[in-house]
């Protein structure tokens, strides 16, 4: 599956936003195996950070010039909060860049594989803890509800995926997680197994 889902990625023509008035932004999208499943990684964010505060979302955080570029920004910023060394992380591809409805962000998605298990260091004054979702919690279209959010004052799709544990994926990062469950859709439907090989 990931070999597929790297050509997918590389294929597919990202949409890029540009917007002087928003602050430019990465995440890394953590895919790993945990128990013969493949699971997505999420950290819950602290009540301490200044935007996004309690929120369920990807590792990541805005752009600094040291960075000299967005994929080493979503790399920087998950060895910050969670420990993950950039070179433990294989980066398969990008997402759609994702507007932020209530914050000023531009969000660039890089999908990547991570090992598992790892010894994770979490940044307590960031991160509040860790989520390890199985993908086939998020393919199941019973645990996504959809609804419409408003993204500089244009209505736009959102979603809510409801994860085990009574936790909410929404906002931004839901969109995110909409465009690789679609891809890994297509996928499926082209005959590609999402279970990883033994």
């Not at 408003?150 to 906002?171: I, M």
């Amino acid at each position: 599956m990931i070999d597929q889902l790297k050509r997918e990625l590389e294929k597919r023509q990202k949409v890029r936003i540009r917007d002087e008035h928003r602050v430019n932004a990465a995440v890394l999208v953590p895919l790993f195996v945990k128990n013969g499943q493949y699971h997505l990684l999420f950290i819950q964010r602290t009540d301490k950070v200044r935007d996004h505060k309690g929120q369920i979302s990807f590792p990541g955080g805005a752009y600094e010039k040291i960075d000299g570029n967005l994929q080493k920004t979503a790399l920087r910023e998950a060895q910050e909060e969670i420990g993950l060394e950039s070179r433990r992380v294989k980066i398969l591809g990008q997402l759609d860049d994702m507007a932020t409805a209530g914050t000023r962000f531009i969000i660039s998605p890089f999908v990547g594989t991570i090992p598992y298990p790892y010894d994770f260091k979490v940044d307590h004054f960031e991160t509040e803890e860790i989520l390890e979702v199985p993908l086939a919690d998020l393919l199941d279209k019973n645990n996504c509800e959809e609804g419409t959010a408003l993204v500089d004052d244009k209505q736009v799709a959102s979603y809510f995926y409801h994860c085990h544990g009574g936790r909410t994926v929404w906002g931004a990062t839901a969109r995110i997680v909409k465009q690789l469950i679609e891809i890994l859709q297509n996928m499926a439907a082209n005959g590609v197994s999402l279970e990883p090989h033994a």
